[in-house]
T-cell receptor
Framework: DSGVTQTPKHLITATGQRVTLRCSPR?????VYWYQQSLDQGLQFLIQ???????AKGNILERFSAQQFPDLHSELNLSSLELGDSALYFC?????????????FGPGTRLTVT | QKEVEQDPGPLSVPEGAIVSLNCTYS??????FMWYRQYSRKGPELLMY????GNKEDGRFTAQVDKSSKYISLFIRDSQPSDSATYLC???????????FGKGTRLHILP
């Protein structure tokens, strides 16, 4: 158990809908990362937050957004969902951005868009 | 060309054998290299990391980086059925930079 929690574990929704994925980092970790994992693309970095502020962006679509709250939990919002958004979404955390190489991953949320 | 490439496998080896997992990368600015292990339906977990070229050993696992050839390897000695998982190699330029992952190699250790 990495100490990173994610809810829900599974999500099934229809195209065009909006969903929110939630992540709580390990105790003491200030930096949160979101990833998308699919069979064809592998694990792709989406976005990073540090102490409530956006710090780095990866291959995140404009339909997707995230935020980190004062208690350091983070939410990833996915809107206008398409079939191709079906994937595993992982949250990871590290103590600070300087320890980005040492990330601890949550169990993931499996999103299925029908 | 993807920045980090690895053979997807599956790679099947008998229990007790030495396993060799390999990756190549294209970004010569990478300085930190990691291996993550991912069990089915779980999140990736950091197995080992190395800085620059060289070897690093941790129990049955040895990570090796050759920056001159842009080649990353992970060796598993005395492989166990519990080592069956997908192994992701990764690289990053700096300690605080985003990590670029390979797509992973599926490994099956046969009892």
């Amino acid at each position: 158990d990495s100490g990173v929690t994610q809810t829900p574990k599974h999500l099934i929704t229809a195209t065009g809908q909006r969903v929110t994925l939630r992540c709580s980092p390990r105790s003491g970790d200030l930096s949160v990362y979101w990833y998308q994992q699919s069979l064809d693309q592998g694990l792709q970095f989406l976005i990073q937050y540090y102490n409530g502020e956006e710090r780095a962006k990866g291959n995140i679509l404009e339909r997707f957004s995230a935020q980190q709250f004062p208690d350091l939990h983070s939410e990833l919002n996915l809107s206008s969902l398409e079939l191709g958004d079906s994937a595993l979404y992982f949250c990871a955390s590290s103590r600070t951005p300087r320890e980005a190489w040492e990330q601890y991953f949550g169990p993931g949320t499996r999103l299925t868009v029908t | 060309q993807k920045e980090v490439e690895q053979d997807p496998g599956p790679l099947s080896v008998p229990e007790g054998a030495i396993v060799s997992l390999n990756c190549t990368y294209s970004n010569s600015a990478f300085q930190y290299f990691m291996w993550y292990r991912q069990y089915s339906r779980k999140g990736p977990e950091l197995l080992m990391y190395t800085y620059s070229s060289g070897n690093k050993e941790d129990g049955r696992f040895t990570a090796q980086v050759d920056k001159s050839s842009k080649y990353i390897s992970l060796f598993i000695r005395d492989s166990q059925p519990s080592d069956s998982a997908t192994y992701l190699c990764a690289g990053t330029m700096n300690r605080d930079d985003k990590i670029i992952f390979g797509k992973g190699t599926r490994l099956h250790i046969l009892p």
